[in-house]
């Protein structure tokens, strides 16, 4: 019996293997990088996808309306914020309507930020998403947003050259 509870997960981990260790490898990596964000000055607004829901593009599609995606979202996961993705100022009034926590401004430029400043009155956190780089950040942040996404302060980066010695 105790050889059985042993055999089989071990028959099921054996052969996924390389998977796992590839996993915990990406997921070390990926948590540093969380928290190298977080030593650099800058905040994550959600560790993971248990601490924070983004709908997009496909998930407004299968529900149906930005409203009914943000209600399913709320029915199974009470007290989690929700952030809605927008590309225009007709998904940024439906999700005001549906009283997002967040919304994200996809690839809207300054003026089209200034306008959806005004227009969210303070309902909800805005977030300039898309397009952003560290060269025009202070122009986006000049509009009033609530949050700036740079992905480009994890994704474009170099490795530097380390080594280290025992002395």
Known sequence: MKLNFVHQPWL?????????????KRDRQWLAQKYAVRCGGCYN?????????????NHINAAGSIDNAVQQARNLHPGIEIQVEVENFDELQQALA?????IMLDNFGTTDLIKAVSMNQGKAKLEASGGITLNNVREI???????????????????IDLSMRFI
Request: no cysteine; charged share 25%; aromatic share 10%.
């Open 98 to 102: 549906a009283n997002a926590d967040i």
């Open 12 to 24: 099921v981990y054996t052969p996924h293997r390389p998977h796992y260790s590839w996993r915990w």
């Open 45 to 57: 607004h959600r560790i993971g996808l248990f601490d924070g829901i983004l709908i997009k593009e």
């Open 141 to 159: 942040a000049k509009t009033g947003v609530d949050r700036i996404s740079i992905g480009a302060i994890t994704k474009d980066i170099q490795a």
